[in-house]
């Protein structure tokens, strides 16, 4: 079946420094692949997709790019902030009558101290 | 557009009590799910439903049961709570376009605590 496996935290940074959150996955065919932040006491939000093999996905300093060689999909941001302290959840989700469900790694929280 | 909506935002129950979880969304989403999680173990998916009248069950299901007689709502019932049935539940729904999946989209949560 699909899986995600993802970098185990908690992570804690200074600000300014850089992320790096790994991310790799398991599933046939060519599934659609996703961040997801939760920020404490909130539901999750997209934070940035990516749906074909060498896409990159971007969203407020955030970048991942969709690697089928070595499926993975590595969270990464050049300066972080403390606004940026959240949980991380990688996800995938397949395509045809199972695009409406998705499969989540066990999240990473990222705490960033000033 | 209120997005994906659910209640209540707390609950707690006591063992061997029903309740239902609301879930409703505005955006004409043909999927939904719920998902409940749990410290140290992601989102694990419940049940979902690819449109009205059409639902099946995830990873894991037993002590709920859903239903969806419209696009719009996707109500989760807990036939008798237990206490390992104590978590925080998320809705979510999504769309997809040429049979690529696209992102979903989260409801606040009902954080649920059983006695």
């Known amino acids: 079946g699909n899986s995600v496996t993802q970098m185990e935290g908690p992570v804690t940074l200074s600000e300014e420094a850089f992320l790096t959150i790994n991310c790799t996955y398991t599933a046939t065919g060519y599934p659609s692949l996703f961040w997801y932040v939760q920020y404490p006491g909130e539901g999750l939000q997209l934070l940035l997709k990516a749906t074909k093999a060498d896409d990159k996905g971007s969203n407020k300093g955030f970048e991942a790019t969709y690697r089928k060689e070595t499926t993975s999909f590595h969270l990464e941001k050049g300066s972080v902030q403390v606004s940026d302290s959240a949980v991380y959840f990688c996800a995938l989700s397949k395509p045809g009558t199972n695009a409406g469900k998705s499969t989540f790694g066990d999240g990473t929280t990222l705490t960033v101290k000033p | 557009n209120a997005g994906v909506t659910q209640t209540p935002k707390f609950q707690v129950l006591k063992t061997g009590q029903s309740m239902t979880l609301q879930c409703a969304q505005d955006?004409?989403?043909?999927?939904m799910s719920w998902y409940r999680q749990d410290p140290g173990m992601g989102l694990r998916l419940i049940h979902y439903?690819?449109?009205?009248?059409?639902?099946d069950q995830g990873e894991v299901p037993n002590g709920y049961n859903v239903s969806r007689s419209t696009t719009e709502d996707f109500p989760l019932r807990l036939l008798s709570a237990a206490p390992s049935q104590t978590s925080v539940y998320f809705c979510a729904s999504s769309y997809s376009l040429t049979g690529v999946g696209y992102e979903q989209y989260f409801g606040p949560g009902t954080r649920l605590t059983v006695t």
């Open positions: 955006m004409n989403h043909e999927y």
């Open positions: 439903s690819v449109g009205a009248g059409i639902t």
